[in-house]
T-cell receptor, first 114, second 113 residues
């Protein structure tokens, strides 16, 4: 079965650079979530989109922005990168048809800021 | 001390019954989130309730938030065997100048068929 696809899987950037992470949800899933998990940390909810509109906002820094496109894929744009942005970034997708609007997680993008 | 504390630590009920789990916290929060985790799996974000909201629904889930008592409850109605999992509350608050998501210890929910 198709799963959530994230690209790239690994990304190395320098401070003050920008990064764009992409997420392709499971087909027919209309909701996308972004999470950040720092080293040894619990995952933190950043932002979610439903039907291309922002639906919930968590701990997302102002330097980050995200959007969901007409084909339901989403991109997380990160500017003025800081060392503390080094983390694993998960994307998840869901559909009202799933149990509890259960979210299906992608494999993550590991971002390293040097 | 623990920001989020959950009660009970373990709950076992029959399929079809309702399950209620409680969470208490200590500091002011921006929002409170509930997560589910199957054994050995990752966390699944269930629902987020903001500090200015009192109740929120999502499918068979109902979440309440009482900021005066610094507590939240998660109600799962008409439970199913597939609901067996650990449920965590997590508070999103500014602690020592930094935004932080703090997880509670979790409630282990077992639904008996």
């Amino acid at each position: 079965a198709a799963g959530v696809i994230q690209s790239p899987r690994h990304l190395i950037k320098e401070k003050r650079e920008t990064a764009t992470l992409k997420c392709y949800p499971i087909p027919r899933h209309d909701t996308v979530y972004w999470y950040q998990q720092g080293p040894g940390q619990d995952p933190q909810f950043l932002i979610s989109f439903y039907e291309k509109m922002q639906s919930d906002k968590g701990s997302i820094p102002d330097r980050f922005s995200a959007q969901q496109f007409s084909d339901y894929h989403s991109e997380l744009n990160m500017s003025s990168l800081e060392l503390g942005d080094s983390a694993l970034y998960f994307c998840a997708s869901s559909s009202p048809d799933t149990l509890f609007y259960e979210q299906y997680f992608g494999p993550g993008t590991r971002l390293t800021v040097t | 001390s623990q920001q989020g504390e959950e009660d009970p630590q373990a709950l076992s009920i029959q399929e079809g019954e309702n399950a209620t789990m409680n969470c208490s916290y200590k500091t002011s929060i921006n929002n409170l989130q509930w997560y589910r985790q199957n054994s050995g799996r990752g966390l699944v974000h269930l629902i987020l309730i903001r500090s200015n909201e009192r109740e929120k629904h999502s499918g068979r889930l109902r979440v309440t938030l009482d900021t005066s008592k610094k507590s939240s409850s998660l109600l799962i109605t008409a439970s199913r065997a597939a609901d067996t999992a650990s449920y965590f509350c997590a508070t999103d608050a500014e602690i020592q100048g930094a935004q932080k998501l703090v997880f509670g210890q979790g409630t282990r929910l077992t639904i008996n068929p």
